[in-house]
Nanobody, 123 residues
Framework: VQLQASGGGLVQAGDSLRLSCAAS????????VGWFRQAPGKEREFVAA????????YYADSVKGRFIVSEDNAENAAYLQMNSLKPEDTAVYYC?????????????????WGQGTQVTVSS
């Protein structure tokens, strides 16, 4: 499975961005897609996850109510709609996928990773 994240950019606080994650290859292996982010000098942290069937979603407390994760498995894509962005949301955002269906927040549990897309939120 190959993943390609896109949609990052430079925005102001309060703005919105929509990240996309395009999947290719053995997409039938995917059961769960997660979004992670990593700010300079910090560890990679979980942001949100969605089952590939779209039935379940899960969010980190820091983004709950502001971000919406979704998927379109017919298009082999997942999305992260980010609203009310804050400067502390600045990071490189990665999409990841795993074969297991259970929602997990640990990066090491994901089998496939995209290359990351930079999101910068200015105050």
């Amino acid at each position: 499975v190959q993943l390609q994240a896109s949609g990052g950019g430079l925005v102001q606080a309060g703005d919105s961005l929509r990240l996309s994650c395009a999947a290719s290859g053995r997409t039938f292996d995917i059961s769960l897609v997660g979004w992670f982010r990593q700010a300079p000098g910090k560890e990679r942290e979980f942001v949100a996850a969605v089952t590939w069937s779209g039935g379940s979603t899960y969010y980190a407390d820091s983004v709950k109510g502001r971000f919406i994760v979704s998927e379109d498995n017919a298009e082999n894509a997942a999305y992260l709609q980010m609203n009310s962005l804050k400067p502390e949301d600045t990071a490189v955002y990665y999409c990841a996928a795993r074969r297991g269906v259970h929602i997990v927040v640990v990066a090491g549990a994901y089998d496939y990773w995209g290359q990351g897309t930079q999101v910068t939120v200015s105050s």
